[in-house]
């Protein structure tokens, strides 16, 4: 009689264990209850759109989002950083092959003014070589002449001299934005705007014959000829 009522309750365990699992895969769209709604219907937020439960008719209401006409997609609270202050967009996927690259390497070659505003190019420059100096100088030199301390420690070789070189402020940004032979993209760890002001420092400090940026011309101090010129 013992041994019926154990098998009468192993059963009734078995059967009402099976009976909760079937339950529990049941269909999704027609379930009883649900614990914790925000987990079983996953809610995706379209930042332009108004956010609303799917499990619900019930509207976000959020200030934030209602003063933003219910949409999730904010404004940056005061004091972010812009991650392109410049305004440069001339950003464009890199090169896919060799014939890609040195056509757009021959192209940035005929760019001689960067499109930062030239009332700013003192800072700008005076950026850059902070830059440059920072980022570049361990392989390039500060002086630019390719003799970087890691360089003269043997661990690396074949960095050019900028003043052997034919370049301009465009094709410097171009190696510093896509790479050129051993030198890899430096896009990860500048931004446009900055690649601009460390091209624009390469070619003031290192490539002197350049022409001077149109801000550093205006700005330049009148010569004795210039003033008496002006005084009569």
């Known amino acids: 009689m013992l041994k019926m009522k154990k098998n009468v309750l192993k059963i009734t365990a078995v059967l009402g264990l099976t009976t909760v699992l079937l339950n529990s895969c049941g269909p999704k769209e027609n379930t009883p209850l649900v614990y914790f709604p925000d987990m079983y219907f996953p809610v995706a937020y379209d930042p332009l759109m108004k956010a609303q439960d799917a499990y619900s008719d019930h509207e976000n209401e959020i200030p ?35 014939d890609e690259y040195n056509a757009g390497y021959d192209a940035s070659k005929k760019i001689t003014a960067s499109p930062l505003n030239p009332a700013n190019a003192a800072k700008d420059i005076e950026r850059g070589k902070f830059l440059f100096e920072r980022t570049c100088s361990a392989c390039h030199g500060v002086g630019g002449d390719g003799q970087g301390p890691i360089v003269q420690s043997g661990a690396y070789s074949g960095v050019p001299n900028y003043a052997d070189r034919e370049v301009t402020v465009g094709s410097v940004h171009y190696v510093l934005t896509n790479g050129r032979n051993a030198m890899g993209s430096y896009a990860g760890q500048l931004n446009a705007g900055d690649r601009w002001r460390v091209a624009m420092y390469v070619m003031s400090a290192f490539k002197k014959g350049a022409a001077a940026p149109a801000a550093a011309t205006a700005a330049a101090p009148a010569t004795p000829e210039t003033t008496t010129e002006t005084k009569k």
């Open 64 to 98: 934030a989002f209602v003063k933003n006409n219910g949409a999730t997609g904010l404004s940056p609270v005061e004091g972010s950083v812009p991650q392109n202050k410049d305004g440069v967009f001339e950003e464009s996927l890199l090169p896919k092959n060799m």
